[in-house]
């Protein structure tokens, strides 16, 4: 069975991805930094596959170290080999992702996703694994609200994070010319996940204040803390801006689906919307997640947040064909597991 390095590993996504790596039998060697996630996110993993009588204890492993310390990297490539183990492919998240805090903060952002980055490509080469999939994210994109978003959209950040992530693709870019290598790469550029894994076991759990509106949602109808919705005079159907939610475990099953791709195709790079197609305006989400969990979300209305776009939706036709990649779960689904995840682990992983 393959050895999968995943950084960012004990993270949202990552945590995800790597309980759902274990359930189709890799073996993971995990590393974070925990500047924005808990371990515990990987025990709550072993006890959900210890409630279906599976063992994972030496399927996964875990390092807590730094993508900026290129010898640490190297540590981990090391000692997979003397386990026997060597790492066939990479699933790179390690990353910083507060959009706000990337203004204010640049050179954290440059320092931890792109020089972070490098330094892991540059392992990855000097120890002969060239497999990678990359989170890459639809703030790349220059938006244009009228159609749903495809790969072929020109590419436009409007923020610092959005700047590593395109610097990190253009640096995936570049290596596939390079003249030792057999690069296959896969940059996914997700839409906005939500939801938990079903079990409530795992979920988001952000360490400082939440931007994204789906913990939001969570916090909300847990206090009864009102919300701010931002801008009711969006040219939409209610007025509020659409999004493309895709529930986390579809996300991870799409990383399961582009490794899996690349392990057995040739050298290549391929870039792919990870969402559903479908778009869901702010109301639609807050209605469905009351109405899923029977709880009230209090909201009211603010101004339109600076930076906002009025909608971001994919084209997933590509995924889909390449990858035989489909979103399976609904709205209802996210808002369901999100709530679970919120009640099981009120505080998160504290
Ligand atoms: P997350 O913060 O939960 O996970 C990122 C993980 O990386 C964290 O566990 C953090 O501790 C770790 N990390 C950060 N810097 C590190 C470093 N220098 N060395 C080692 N570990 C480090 O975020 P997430 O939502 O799971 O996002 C994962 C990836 O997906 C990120 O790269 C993010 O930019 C990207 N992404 C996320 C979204 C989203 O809405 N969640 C959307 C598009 C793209
Ligand atoms: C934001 C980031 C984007 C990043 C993505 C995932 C901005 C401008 N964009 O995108 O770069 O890739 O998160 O991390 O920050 N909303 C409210 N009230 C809130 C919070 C959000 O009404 O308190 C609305 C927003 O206006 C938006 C929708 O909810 O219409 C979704 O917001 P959010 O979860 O922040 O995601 P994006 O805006 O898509």
Redesign the pocket.
């Known amino acids: 069975m393959k050895n999968i390095l995943v950084t960012g590993g004990t993270g949202f996504i990552g945590s995800h991805t790597c309980f759902s790596l274990l359930s189709e039998g890799y073996n993971v060697y995990a590393i974070d930094s925990l500047v924005n996630s808990s371990k515990k996110s990987l025990l709550y993993i072993e006890e959900i596959f210890r409630s279906r009588d599976i063992d994972i204890s030496n399927k996964l492993r875990f390092f807590e170290g730094d993508i900026r310390k290129k010898d640490f990297i190297n540590y981990i490539f090391k000692t997979a080999l003397k386990e026997k183990k060597p790492i066939d492919g990479v699933i790179h998240f390690a990353g910083l ?1 507060a ?2 805090e990337s203004v204010i903060k640049p050179l954290n952002y440059w320092e931890n996703n792109v020089f972070g980055s490098y330094n892991l490509i540059k392992s990855m080469k000097e120890n002969n694994c060239k497999t990678i999939v990359f989170s890459s ?3 790349v994109y220059r938006f244009s609200s009228d159609n749903l978003l495809s790969e072929d959209n020109q590419l436009k950040p ?2 610092p ?2 700047s590593t992530k395109l610097a990190v693709e253009n640096l995936l870019n570049d290596i596939t010319q390079d003249a030792n290598g057999n690069w296959k790469i896969a940059i996914l550029r ?4 939500i939801g938990a894994h079903e079990s409530g076991l795992i979920g988001e759990n952000p360490l400082n204040k939440p ?4 913990p ?1 949602i969570i916090n909300s109808a847990y206090t009864k803390e009102k ?5 009711n005079d969006w040219p939409t159907k209610d007025g ?4 493309d939610y895709v529930h986390v475990m579809d996300l991870a099953d799409g990383h399961i689906k582009a490794l899996d791709f690349l392990l057995r195709n040739k050298t290549q790079l391929i870039k792919l919307n990870i969402g559903t197609g479908i778009g869901h305006s ?1 109301l639609d ?1 807050i209605k469905t997640f009351e109405n899923a969990n029977n709880v009230s979300v209090p909201f009211e209305f ?1 101004e ?2 600076e ?3 009025c909608q ?1 939706v994919a084209d997933n036709s590509k995924a889909k064909s390449i990858l035989n990649w489909s979103p399976a779960k609904s709205l209802k689904e996210m808002c369901i597991d999100g709530w679970k995840w919120k009640n099981t682990n009120p505080k998160g992983y504290m």
């Open positions: 992702k959009v706000a994210s639809a703030t409007i923020n994070y959005g997700y839409f906005n996940p931007n994204n509106i789906f939001i919300l701010k919705v931002f801008g509020t801006c659409i999004r702010v989400l603010d339109r947040r930076g906002d776009v971001l």
